[in-house]
């Protein structure tokens, strides 16, 4: 079982920045991929963006790319979402995911409200 704890949400103006923080209560290692999903009130859960932990590679949705950047620090056993350049569009629940191949855990989100 592991647990993910998010943290980092908040309230900001177009423009602005925030990092989220992803802590796992495992070993990194043991988790395979780790994402930011979110979603926004009547909309569908959504990718934002994936870190393949043992290699570091990263993937991010289009419409994120060049303003989002997900990182992990194995030593903390956690990932960040730095999100730079935020848009009212992007106001949403922010959610943490780990994939070990087996399983998926879900943290239990953290808002992001970004004003216009």
């Known amino acids: 079982q592991v647990q993910l704890v998010e943290s980092g949400g908040g309230m900001v103006q177009a423009g602005g920045s925030l990092r989220l923080s992803c802590v796992a209560s495992?070993?990194?290692?043991?988790?395979?991929?780790m994402g930011w999903y979110r979603q926004a009130p009547g909309k569908q859960r959504e990718l934002v963006a994936n870190?393949?932990?043992?290699?570091?590679?990263?993937n991010y949705a289009d419409s994120v790319k060049g303003r989002f950047t997900i990182s992990r620090d194995t030593a903390k056993n956690t990932v960040y979402l730095q999100m730079n350049s935020l848009k009212a569009d992007d106001t949403a629940v922010y959610y943490c995911?780990?994939?070990?191949?087996?399983?998926?855990?879900w943290g239990q989100g953290t808002q992001v409200t970004v004003s216009s």
């Open positions: 995911k780990g994939d070990t191949g087996l399983l998926s855990y």
């Open positions: 495992a070993n990194i290692f043991s988790i395979l991929v």
């Open positions: 870190i393949i932990i043992a290699g570091g590679r990263t």
